[in-house]
């Protein structure tokens, strides 16, 4: 089998209702998408998508006429080239997709299949007024969940504690809380004024132990290596973080400096399933819990729940959720069928070789973007 070719689409979804995240400076309006197909000379096409665009031209150069089984040398050259041209790593799953769809087995059972499904935490995107977050607490309780992830960025962090502090009392022990400050990057027109230091990190996570959080997420700039460690050692709570951090090697110095209870590689962003495998071994032989990042599309949300799912053990899924502004139909657009959790607050694997998915044909000629070199 050889790859014949790599086709780009951009497509671009118009949202019901604007979305502000707290992790950029500007809403969101439609989402957008990049999604590779690499083409084979057997008709098998894998495909890919998640993480940020890169230079998919050069990327190119390095793929045409090669064995998509390749693995390991796909991985290096892209490891080389990821230097220069961005995160190519949507290409190293488009890659593990034709090699399920050629053997007839899903990604997570090709890397272990450890888990069938997983049980799913409602991650929020938004900044939200107790009340509200109160009554999304309840609602996602009875829709399934048994976990929430809020989102903490305010000038006053104080005012983040206040809905901490409403959700819990509401909740009760029913749901496990997760807080993400969501301080691990910047993007460069966010200054962050309010970004926080050691000390405050210090002083927020003490509060947060109090109310009995599962995990303060981000909490420092994801390379303060020595910041993050000594918040390990001031707090008797879980650190969690690396969503961006990528490569084995970065991975490797957050474990020596004891930096994270809870990692979270993203495979379209780190290095996709063959790198992090290797990063989920590492920190698992040394006690280290890994729950990727999924916060990207529909394609991007598979890909990690097939490497969440061939883990072992992985006890959550984040699941992006966080209506009426951030829903699956406005997530998984691209998809036939949108991921939603079952009755219980689990979300199945699929079964389907590969990644498990298809793609409506219908939405991806609708929602092709007029302008794809945009940016947002």
Known sequence: MRITDIEIRVLEYPLEKTFVSTWQPMP???????????????????????GVAARWDVARLFLLGQDPFAIEQHVQNMRSFAFFIGRPWPLEVALWDIIGKATGQPIYKLLGGG?????????????????????????????????????????NPRDDLRVLEAVRKAVGDSMDIMVDANYGW?????RAPQRWDLRTAISMARAMEELGV?????????????????LRRQVNLRIAGAELNQGFHEFKILLEKDCLD????????????????QIAAMLQA???????????NGIGLAANLHFAASLGLCPYLEFPYDPPNWTPEARDFMLTEPFRPDEEGYVKVPEGPGLGI???EDKLKKYEAADPHRLI
């Open 214 to 230: 599962y995990w303060l997420e981000e909490p420092l700039y994801c390379y303060d290596y020595d910041g993050l460690a000594e």
């Open 115 to 155: 888990q069938e499904r997983l049980k799913a935490y409602a991650s929020t995107g938004e900044l939200r007024l107790p009340e509200q977050r109160v009554e999304d607490a309840q609602r996602f309780r009875d829709e399934g969940f048994r976990a929430i992830k809020l989102r903490f960025h305010r000038p």
């Open 262 to 277: 809870v990692y979270q590689p993203d495979v379209t962003f780190a290095g996709g399933f063959a790198q992090c495998r």
């Open 286 to 296: 040394h006690g280290k819990t890994i729950t990727p990042h999924t916060w990207t």
């Open 186 to 190: 910047v993007i460069a027109p966010d």
């Open 358 to 360: 298809d793609l409506d």
């Open 28 to 50: 969101t309006v439609h989402h957008r998408a990049h999604i590779v197909f690499i083409h084979t000379d057997e008709g098998i096409t894998g495909i890919g998508s998640g």
